[in-house]
């Protein structure tokens, strides 16, 4: 059984996704997206963790049997060569996704499993860039810290 993404920044709708995946099967192995691929589709800034650590961090997973890293744009080479009996992919992406035709044409049937809503890298991503934002913008002159400039030691 296999399913494919980036898993860039893995989190807890990743580790729900793929535990539900490996509950399909016996078997589960994970196509990773290479930084190429990513970068191909996602943009210059992505992705944020290099394709080593994402390989890492999921074959530590217990539900992640075998993690493979592609390097084209979409899994349908890889499918192609592993043939598996069930593809898992996420219902955003419906039945008639890239991969079916694939799996399908050599004997396998597609799984999908909802998104998991507020569970995503996208929105995580957007919560660090605003908490970044918000510890680069300067707090407000306390009136501590008037005193300091004017000389006072202390205020009481």
Same mark, same amino acid.
Do not use: Q, W
């Given at each position: 059984m296999t399913t494919n993404g980036s898993f860039d920044l893995l989190h807890a709708g990743h580790a729900k996704y793929l535990q539900l995946a490996r509950a399909e099967g016996d078997v589960l192995i994970v +196509?990773? $997206?290479?930084?190429?691929?990513?970068?191909s589709y996602k943009g210059p800034t992505r992705p944020i963790v290099p394709q080593r650590h994402r390989a890492a961090?999921?074959?530590?997973l217990e539900c992640v049997d075998f993690v493979t890293i592609f390097h084209e744009r979409d899994p349908r080479r890889l499918l192609s060569i592993i043939r598996p009996d069930v593809h898992?992919?996420?219902?955003?992406? +419906?039945? $008639?996704?890239?991969e079916s035709g694939v799996v399908k044409h050599h004997g396998g049937r597609l799984?999908?499993?909802p998104k998991?809503?507020?569970l995503s890298t996208s929105r995580l991503l957007g919560r660090i860039r605003a908490a970044g934002e918000a510890e680069a913008t300067p707090p407000p002159p306390t009136r501590r810290g008037l005193t300091r400039r004017l000389g006072a030691?202390?205020?009481r």
């Open positions: +196509g990773l $997206n290479s930084d190429r691929s990513v970068h961090m999921l074959a530590a898992v992919n996420g219902s955003e992406y +419906g039945a $008639n996704c890239i799984h999908l499993i998991f809503f507020g030691s202390s205020i």
